[in-house]
């Protein structure tokens, strides 16, 4: 049995930040129906194309284990449809445009009278307020919850990051407002509208630097490498290039073979705990115990004066090295993995965590498996569906439609076109 199982969702996300959603909801057991438009479908599904014909990895890697269902929700039929969807389902999820479900004639209000126990859960860019009817894409959000300005080296541009904290991250966010939703429909039978805007959510995610922020009115932030610079800081929290964010300075720091290899790259982190295995490995036995080096306090002005001469030792080590010479001492190192390491990692596909995936149009693929794990609910990572690949069984398993109801759902054209 999975954790969810028996929890049927209406998924009528698009793009990246819903079907983040919807896709952890299949993988914990629940009956993900996606609802896309018919013949056109997600747009993910032709962007970016590298195989001719074929849905694109953006939209194969977003939506494993749902069911996709054609259905035009501005058509009457498609709107009486979608109100059988709405009796039957435990959970809608949306990322629409701010006011497109209203448009369509499903206002909150309206999906409530039509089944109280559903959870309505959307993501948008911003929250009530002056932005609140704004489109946002993941940079976007990046940019608005403050990580753009805390992201990149000081006497650079703000920069947004590669891991999509505003899509995915909200997602996540998203997820998790709807189990506790029907945890909490447990005991009151209700169901409730479940809301999260990728600003906050990318705000989450940049919690410690409002620490920072509020910290600088105590003074000057001394783990900063620009403190040991002598630069001043301003009345924002800084960019702060590759600092640790926490009390323990770290840096990337070059690795053999960086002249070439541009990921040839450790992380080091000096953590106070294991300075004195720090130095003896680097080859400084004299740091600790010499005035200045042996505090961590009376470090903090000579960062890059340490870590230039840590770095001085990485580069004569490969970045493995450095993990297999720094790990049994307890030093924390983490090599700078590329996309093509992490692609023939061996021991991520052993967890799942990479899965390898057969698709009709496409051929096997490698994807991101489930990355949370529960141990009385292992996930089968499956293809996604092909666009309108289960509106019959949906309309006739999930619906209850049969004989002339069902050729005149079929006939209305709000189904798309009819599939065997
Ligand atoms: C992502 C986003 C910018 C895309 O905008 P978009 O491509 O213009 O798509 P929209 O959500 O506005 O939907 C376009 C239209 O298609 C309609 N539509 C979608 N599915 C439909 C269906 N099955 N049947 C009929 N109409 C449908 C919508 O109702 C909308 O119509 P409207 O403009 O008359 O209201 C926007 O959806 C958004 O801001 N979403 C919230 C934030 C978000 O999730 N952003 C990150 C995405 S990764």
Redesign the pocket.
Known sequence: MKALQGIKVLD????????TCTQLLAWFGADVIK????G?GD?TRKQLVDVPGADSLYFTMLNHNKRSM??????ET?KEVLTRLIEECDVLVE???????D??GFPWERIQEINPRIIMA????FGPGKYED?????NV?QCAGGSASTTGFLDGPPLVTGAQI??SG?GLHLCLGIVTALFQRETTGRGQKVTCA?QDGVLNLSRVKLRDQQRLDAGPLKEYSQFGEGVPFGEATPRAGNDSGGGQPGRILKCKGWEQDPNAYTYFIIQAAVWEKVCDVIGKPEWKTQDGYAKPNERLDKLNEIFGTIEQWTMTKSKFEVMDICNPHDIPVGPILSMKEIAEDEGLFATGTMVKVDHPERGEYLSVGCPIKLSDSPVEVERSPLLGEHTNEILQEVLGYSGDDLGRVISSGAVGEAKT
């Open positions: 009528f996300t698009h793009v990246q930040s819903g079907p609802v896309e438009r018919p056109v747009a054609e259905l035009n929700s501005k058509n498609g990322n629409f445009a701010p006011g497109a479900l448009r369509m959307s993501i948008k860019g704004c489109k946002v894409y993941e959000a505003g899509d909200t990728m």
